[in-house]
């Protein structure tokens, strides 16, 4: 696996159409986010609402949708790899689980310590619930 630091320097709300999420509780009803920019250059994006986390994975990430599609547990917790980012580790009892790194620019709210829900999401929907421990 190869690190990506591309650096981008717009958040999704300042872009010339702006992120649009509806919600239904804790799920997604719709949102544009697939036809924006990020979501063309692969970046995740990571939503809340109704007491859960959204992770909104680009398809192509196709790593990251296999690992994040089987997993049954996550977590999220500040970056160790990347300075200003927080990491969704994909925790599937192995040594060396699989993780996306986010920039705080691509999460809709403040990440705070607690036990939740992750709703893993690609463009043809939701792939994925599990419980998720969120630290900081």
């Known amino acids: 696996m190869t690190l990506d630091t ?3 320097f717009m958040a999704p709300n300042e872009v010339r159409n ?3 999420i ?3 509780g804790a799920r997604i009803a719709t949102t544009n986010y ?3 920019p990020f ?3 692969g970046m995740c994006y ?3 609402n109704a007491g859960s986390w959204r992770l909104l994975l680009p398809g192509i990430n196709a790593e990251a949708v296999s690992e994040f599609h089987s997993v049954k547990r996550a977590l999220i917790e500040r970056s160790i790899c990347i300075p200003g980012h927080f990491d969704i580790v994909a925790l599937d009892g192995s040594p060396n689980p699989y993780c996306v790194s986010i920039s705080k620019a691509m999460i809709d709210r403040s990440v705070t310590k607690r036990s939740c ?3 893993i999401y690609t463009e043809d929907g939701l792939i994925n619930n599990v419980p998720v421990k969120v630290r900081v």
């Open 117 to 119: 829900r992750l709703l």
């Open 46 to 48: 990571l939503s809340g």
């Open 18 to 20: 702006p992120l649009s």
């Open 34 to 36: 697939w036809q924006l």
């Open 39 to 41: 979501a063309e250059q």
């Open 6 to 8: 591309r650096q981008f």
């Open 22 to 24: 509806a919600n239904d």
